[in-house]
């Protein structure tokens, strides 16, 4: 794991509660200089664990609310091609390799039970494609994060020295 202190995850937090804020308003939120403030930020850029800053998009609210998981039993050692008949598919929202009974786990959404079967049928198209499983998603109980990971293994009390809590109304 990364060296994460209390610092940057008040950092990472304050740009989820905040995303359009500047290093200027961040360092107001945290109690910190705003060079300590965008220094953090770049030293996180550089190490990958903030990878864009991107709008998050809830394709429900856009059109597209039935999901489904869909696991796929591949041909042997056509994982590549899998890759891109998978990257072909608008509907398919993520893919992962995986280890157990199937070898690769989509996410996939569509707009209706309709499109969600031509999502479907596409996947099977792919000549890799050996055999597919589907679970249609009813409602998400917990939604995508990783502050509670981070916070989970982050070096305790290291960091948070220089920060102070912001004053009210500044």
Do not use: K
Request: charged residues 20%; glycine residues 8%.
């Amino acid at each position: 794991m990364a060296d994460l202190d209390a610092l940057d995850l008040a950092v990472l937090a304050a740009l989820r509660e905040h995303p359009r804020a500047g290093a200027l308003e961040l360092s107001r939120l945290l109690g910190v200089a705003r060079a300590t403030v965008t220094a953090r930020i770049a030293r996180l850029e550089r190490s990958g664990i903030v990878t864009g800053y991107g709008p998050d998009v809830d394709v429900t609210a856009a059109g597209f609310g039935v999901q489904a998981f869909v696991t796929l039993e591949i041909a042997q050692g056509a994982i590549d091609a899998v890759r891109a008949d998978l990257e072909a598919i608008p509907g398919v929202l993520e893919a992962h390799a995986t280890t157990g009974s199937g070898d690769v786990l989509c996410r996939v959404a569509a707009a209706s039970h309709e499109a969600l079967q031509q999502v479907l049928v596409d996947l099977n198209r792919s000549p890799a494609v050996v055999r597919s499983t589907s679970v249609v998603a009813l409602s998400q109980l917990v939604a995508w994060r990783t502050l509670p990971l981070l916070r989970s293994e982050a070096a305790a009390g290291a960091g948070r020295s220089g920060m102070r809590p912001a004053r009210p109304g500044a």
